[in-house]
């Protein structure tokens, strides 16, 4: 006797594998058409239940809903060697509500796509604070980044934003931004997107120890960092591109961020020669921008010799951060009174 499996013909397998594939479909574009309207990172693609406010996250995901933030007509981009600079003590000395877009561990690739997505929401704004570390000195035009980072949340292409929805961290996220949308105490996270990391550092050790005295005193070698010797630095050529198509009115300053002494090269050794022509790059980039200026964070003083003012030889303390940031401002106030 045949069993009802034996008997099951070709044309059943062929209805089954269409129901199966019938019903992936269907549970994919379902659970697609949730995640846009929750818009799990509040980009701003669908605003039904924008709530106007952060979701506590890291720095790579909200700088969508900060990027986008029409209160904000300043912004500062980098990495954690920028990060110590307050927004609000750039808003209170230059009148600009500035927000921070600096997210650690990023380098020009990153920076670059935060940058657009800030300018896409904000075609006119009033200033750009761009930090320029070793991190834009690759040679390399790919511009390829270190940990990963959710470019699909920033493209303007609709399809790379759908595909970016389809992770299964991004699902767990949907759900959690649905129970935090309609939770009874909702924790919202800083707005100007200012992360104090001196705490977390202090946690660590005293800064005498050997842990921060090796980080902070071990010489750099003479020798450029490999892909970082140069000629070509195809990032400051986007960078150039990126500026140039800025309004006129806008204040850009570019900051080369402190460095301990430790960390700067021997005078012209192969590093230093690499290292000049690549700041030299990226100033001749942003001076593709009328109003623009340099803030040089590495320039020799005191402050570089001091080990109580660093973590490592590129973290440094607010002792140091706080003056940076007034001559950030003092240079967009300089920048704004120019003809």
């Not at 594998?17 to 995640?35: C, E, S, W």
């Not at 980009?43 to 669908?46: A, I, L």
């Not at 920028?82 to 307050?86: A, D, F, M, R």
């Not at 400051?236 to 591109?241: F, V």
């Given at each position: 006797m045949?069993s009802?499996?034996?008997?099951?013909g070709p044309?059943?397998?062929a209805a089954f594998?269409?129901?199966?594939?019938?019903?992936?479909?269907?549970?994919?574009?379902?659970?697609?058409?949730?995640?846009v309207?929750?818009?799990?990172y509040d980009?701003?693609?669908?605003t039904?239940?924008?709530?106007g406010a952060?979701?506590?996250?890291?720095p790579?995901?909200?700088?969508?809903s900060?990027?986008?933030?029409?209160?904000?007509e300043?912004?500062?981009?980098?990495n954690?060697h920028?990060?110590?600079?307050?927004p609000?003590?750039l808003?209170?000395?230059t009148?600009?509500?500035?927000?921070?877009?600096?997210?650690p561990?990023?380098g020009?690739?990153e920076?670059?796509?935060l940058?657009?997505?800030?300018?896409r929401?904000?075609?006119?704004?009033?200033?750009?604070?761009?930090s320029v570390?070793d991190y834009?000195?690759?040679?390399?035009?790919a511009?390829?980044?270190?940990?990963?980072f959710?470019?699909?949340?920033?493209?303007?292409?609709?399809?790379?934003y759908?595909?970016?929805?389809l992770r299964?961290?991004?699902?767990?996220?949907?759900?959690?931004?649905?129970?935090w949308?309609?939770g009874?105490?909702?924790?919202?996270?800083?707005a100007?997107g200012?992360?104090d990391?001196?705490?977390?550092?202090?946690?660590l050790g005293?800064l005498?120890g050997?842990r921060?005295?090796?980080?902070?005193?071990?010489?750099v070698p003479?020798?450029?960092?490999?892909g970082k010797a140069?000629?070509d630095?195809?990032a400051?050529?986007?960078?150039?591109?990126a500026?140039?198509?800025l309004?006129a009115?806008?204040?850009?300053v570019m900051?080369?961020?402190?460095v301990?002494?430790?960390?700067?090269?021997?005078?012209?050794?192969?590093?230093?020669?690499?290292?000049?022509?690549?700041?030299?790059?990226?100033?001749?980039?942003?001076?593709r921008h009328?109003?623009?200026?340099?803030?040089?964070g590495?320039r020799?003083?005191?402050?570089?010799?001091?080990?109580?003012?660093?973590?490592?030889?590129?973290?440094?303390?607010?002792?140091?951060?706080?003056?940076?940031?007034?001559?950030?401002?003092a240079?967009i106030?300089r920048l704004?009174?120019?003809?």
């Open positions: 045949m009802a499996s034996d008997s099951a044309r059943d397998w594998a269409r129901l199966f594939v019938r019903t992936v479909v269907g549970l994919i574009a379902g659970y697609l058409a949730v995640a309207l929750i818009d799990p980009s701003g693609r669908s039904v239940l924008s709530a952060v979701r506590p996250q890291g790579r995901t909200a700088a969508a900060r990027g986008r933030d029409p209160t904000f300043g912004a500062v981009f980098g954690s920028i990060q110590l600079v307050e609000a003590r808003t209170a000395a009148g600009i509500p500035f927000v921070q877009l600096s997210v561990a990023t020009p690739g920076q670059l796509a940058l657009a997505w800030f300018l929401h904000h075609p006119a704004p009033e200033a750009i604070v761009l570390d834009w000195c690759t040679d390399d035009p511009l390829p980044n270190d940990k990963p959710p470019f699909w949340l920033y493209s303007h292409e609709p399809l790379d759908l595909r970016g929805l299964f961290s991004v699902a767990q996220e949907v759900v959690g931004r649905i129970g949308l309609f009874p105490r909702r924790k919202r996270a800083t100007d200012w992360w990391y001196e705490p977390d550092y202090l946690k005293a005498d050997e921060f005295r090796a980080a902070r005193e071990t010489p003479d020798t450029p960092a490999a140069g000629p630095f195809p400051a050529e986007r960078l150039g591109t500026l140039a198509a309004p009115e806008t204040a850009v900051v080369f961020p402190p301990y002494t430790a960390g700067l090269p021997r005078p012209d050794t192969p590093r230093d020669r690499a290292e000049t022509a690549c700041r030299q790059a990226m100033t001749t980039a942003v001076q009328g109003r623009s200026a340099l803030v040089d590495r020799e003083r005191p402050a570089l010799h001091d080990p109580a003012l660093f973590f490592d030889q590129t973290h440094y303390r607010h002792a140091l951060a706080r003056p940076l940031a007034d001559e950030i401002a240079t106030l704004r009174k120019t003809p």
